[in-house]
């Protein structure tokens, strides 16, 4: 993704992505004009990242800070008592169902994690191996991010030059 990219059935040329956390400048020396600047945003998991990332989900979530979709089977029963609904054809159906699905898969592959702790880490597996965690761990190191993101702005806002600043009255 760091270098541009042809589809062969298309002929479509997608541009290469800059690395916006790239300390070392590793990936420095593969951007061009094209490039998209920060676009992608590095994590090397390791278990005290995927401690944190997973905690900082379970407290999201046992706050209600986040709230999943319907099931999808409630959604396509919603959707079919309506007129709009019963006029789609499959196809639109389906793409309008997308979202519920793709919840219902979230949902069975977090159901399907067992947490272990090795210490002070946390470590989730698979208790049956043929659900993947693919959307859990998606979802785990998006929220990370954002934490991230809200941690390095909150710590912004803490510096004012007015902290700097002294006045004595005359």
Do not use: H, W
Not at 19 to 25: A, F, L, M
Not at 70 to 99: C, F, S, W
Not at 132 to 142: I, Q, V
């Amino acid at each position: 993704m760091i270098k541009s990219q042809k589809d062969p059935k298309t002929g479509e040329i997608f541009p290469d992505f800059g690395v916006e956390n790239d300390e070392e400048g590793f990936y420095k020396k593969f951007r061009t004009s094209e490039t998209e600047a920060d676009a992608l945003y590095l994590i090397k998991a390791n278990a005290p990242i995927n401690t944190e990332a997973y905690s900082y989900t379970q407290m999201q979530l046992s706050s209600g800070k986040i709230k999943f979709l319907i099931d999808e089977n409630q959604a396509k029963v919603k959707l079919l008592a309506t007129k709009v609904g019963q006029n789609m054809d499959a196809d639109k159906r389906a793409e309008y169902l997308t979202p519920f699905t793709r919840t219902s898969i979230l949902k069975a592959q977090l159901l399907n994690l067992v947490e272990e702790n090795e210490g002070v880490n946390i470590i989730l597996k698979q208790s049956t191996r043929t659900i993947k965690k693919d959307k859990c761990s998606a979802l785990f190191y998006g929220l990370y991010y954002i934490k991230k993101e809200e941690d390095r702005s909150r710590k912004k806002k803490k510096r004012s030059i007015k902290d700097f600043l002294f006045f004595t009255p005359n």
